[in-house]
């Protein structure tokens, strides 16, 4: 069973290192793409291109984690069998840090859009309020379905869930704009075209963290969230309270 | 071990047993995945909304299958304990199931387009040679990473990661190509930017055929190789050879 803490305790000590440090090593990688995911955005709408290079260098290490800690989830499987809790822990592990390289690819490219539009115009800043303010919205889904991973708290997670319904919406509201917008102006095509999958991978990080809060659900409750709709997974939260 | 029809041989005929229709269930679904993104396109070139209605539908039954089958994983995992090689095909398969059934989405969000993009003037076509050309191609690589997975065949995969590069380059021409189109005919921009997305979602259905691929060659060579470069990957393929 799973614990106040989250965590099962085996007799075995050095299995329950394993199972804190396996955890541990996501959340790391979480912190880094969370930071990743900030940057991008900044670099973008202040046209930094250093520190749009830094994410895109970042990436790597990244990648990198992602290999270890899938490495990690293998020999735990190997070695100790994990079942019931821990199973879903290591599950929950090694699919959650697929959801997290995708998000540090969104950002690099994001990062490969900054370094583009930086030279553009600088006048032209079309956009730019929607990048701020869904980029905002979404970094806080990925902090909040960390936080749930690392708190077990299905609650959390749901409310990541919710939010991203309202992303959906703002980005498709956005879309809408930028598209008249170049009707009108159709020499600006070229660059509201990076401004577009700029929002495109936003609304992408969104659904990645949606994913992980799905994991934290079924992590800390055992039930598959997915493909249910929000109304079945607010139903099955309140019903594991 | 893995032996030539590549699945390992247990004193318990019923693990046997277990391993086998999870691998074929994987197939099954990856069957169905390959339809949808062949009729997905259908559906757009010819026009279909009747197809396209039916792609979108289907879509759930995708969904449910993605659930069955890591359902069968977990279970494996916790009743069996699988090692080596077995424990690799159980993660190899836990984790295309997510690409096939990003797959699904990505088909599904073509016969969206292709319902939208019915309604619009039929004599302008303007992208269609090109989603025909680059749908082939990813269609094709989606039904050789399944072969490679049905096959073990690691040298099969490795072809598949080899033409995700040329199916990114077209991606990239086209696009270019239909911009260039925008801005010569403003009109045509909500009509273009609907093209667009379809190219989109097929560039994406590659990657996620090229994903799979790379999980073949971790499940017949014990390597990662994502991440490394399409060198390196071919020297790692030769290598274990």
Sequence with gaps: MIDKEGLSHHISQQYNEELEEVRSHLLAMGGLVEKQVTDAISALIDADTGLATQVRE???????????????????????????SD???IISISKSVIDLERIG????KIAKRAIELSEG????????????????????????ALDAFARF?????LTVA???KAVDQEY????????????EDPRSISRVLSVIWVLRSLERIG?????????????VQGTDVRHIGLTRMEEEVQRGR
Tied chains: 1, 2.
């Design 121 to 144: 115009a600088s006048d032209n800043s079309k956009g730019y309020v929607e990048i701020r303010h869904i980029g905002d919205k979404v970094r806080k889904m990925v902090q909040e």
């Design 172 to 183: 498709k509201s956005a879309l809408r704009e930028l598209m008249t917008y170049m009707m």
């Design 58 to 84: 970042i990436d790597d290490q990244i990648n990198q984690m992602e290999r270890n800690i899938d490495e990690e989830c293998v020999r735990i499987l190997a070695r100790r069998q994990p079942a019931a």
């Design 162 to 164: 919710q939010q991203d």
């Design 153 to 157: 708290d299905a609650q959390l997670a």
């Design 105 to 108: 690819d969104e950002a690099s």
């Design 207 to 219: 659904d990645h963290a949606r994913n992980i809060a799905e994991l934290v659900i079924y992590l």
């Design 87 to 89: 199973l879903r822990l």
